[in-house]
Structure formats: C-alpha cells, structure tokens
C-alpha cells in the first residue's frame, strides 16, 4: 500500500462515495481489511471460505501456488522475463485460476441469482443479488461490470490484464450460461475474439 510493489502509494483523493473511480487499489485495501479482521492472509482466508467451498482446486492468490503455472508471453510470443510477474497487491492482480474453475464460479453465481432461496456456497443470495445489482455507477455492480439489467440477456463481466497474460469471464444467470477464457499472451484482441465467437455460435449478447 505504500508503493513498493507494482503500483503507486494508495492515497485518498476524494471524499469517499462522492465520485466513480475503477480502483485495484480499493481491492488491495480491502484485501488488507480481511486479513486484520480475520487474522489470516488473504491466501488462506480465500481457500478456505470461497474456492474449497466451490470446488475451485486450482486457483490460488498464493505468490508461489503449488500447481503448474503457464508462462506469460509478449505480443510478438516471447516469453516474459520470470514468466509472469509476481503481484503482492494480490486481491487486485494475483488470481492463478484455471477455466474450469472460473466457470465454476460463474455456475455458482448463476444459480445464486437464480434461486429462491439460498444455495451452498460462500454468499448467501441477499448478497448475490446485491453484487450482481446496479449500484451508483451505471453499468457496474459491486465489482464487476453489468448489462442487460431485467433482461433474459442480463450479464454481469469482467476482464484481466497482468503483463504477458489476459483474460475475461461473463455470465448469463437467468440463462444459465456463461464463459471464461485466458490467454497466456498479450494480446486481448485475441480473447475478445474467442469471446466473442462464443457469443455468436450460442446466440448470447
């Protein structure tokens, strides 16, 4: 938080909720607020209370996780010096996943949203709905960007972007339907047009 990792110091520059700003760092804060509270890092907390329960073996805020890891390429397809960069800011930029297990957090959220009561999983429905709900900046949840609001289209995403990796995951709830796909290069055209062919074969906007 005090700039000696990958990014600036995080400083407030405006009074809090009086403007919209996309914020890692606001992520980074509240990773610190995890940890304080519960005593454990951020690592054991996320095992143990979101990808256990999910079945999501594969994915780890671990600075060095115990599974095989793909390595990180540039644009023109060399690898990237270390392979992939190493981000203590981790709630903001130190996610290793899988597909699979993304999917199964998109499974999880859609069902969530779907159901009449609560589901097995980390978040209670209330909660789900509140996440996947509009919240002052048009367009975003809390967290992840939103579309089709009251739709059988409605759609909630995200994207990611560390060097020499991107990906994105988007799902449908009320059709439940989604995707995820990650690519070990630089190149996000690439993924917005796997992406997008997706869409096109289902029929999904």
Not at 76 to 85: D, F, H, L, S
Not at 87 to 98: D, H, I, M, Q, V
Not at 123 to 128: C, D, E, F
Request: negative net charge.
């Amino acid at each position: 938080m005090n700039g000696q990792g990958n990014t600036p110091k995080i400083e407030l520059t405006t009074d809090p909720g009086t403007e919209y700003h996309y914020s890692g760092a606001g992520f980074v804060l509240l990773q610190r607020m995890i940890e304080e509270e519960t005593g454990q890092s951020l690592t054991q907390y996320m095992d143990q209370q979101v990808f256990t329960p999910l079945g999501m073996r594969t994915s780890s805020y671990a600075l060095e996780p115990g599974f095989e890891r793909a390595a990180g390429h540039t644009t023109t397809g060399a690898v990237i010096p270390g392979e992939r960069n190493r981000y203590p800011e981790s709630a903001a930029a130190g996610l290793y996943t899988t597909v699979q297990d993304l999917c199964r957090l998109v499974s999880y959220l859609n069902k969530a949203w779907t159901a009449s009561g609560d589901v097995a999983g980390p978040l209670n429905r209330a909660s789900v709905r509140s996440l996947l709900s509009p919240g002052p900046q048009s367009g975003m949840g809390r967290g992840l960007f939103i579309s089709g609001v009251g739709t059988k289209n409605f759609a909630y995403t995200h994207d990611g972007s560390n060097h020499g990796f991107k990906s994105v995951f988007k799902g449908y709830p009320e059709l439940g339907a989604g995707y995820a796909i990650l690519a070990n290069g630089d190149d996000l055209g690439l993924v917005n047009e796997i992406a997008a062919a997706v869409r096109s074969v289902y029929g999904w906007s």
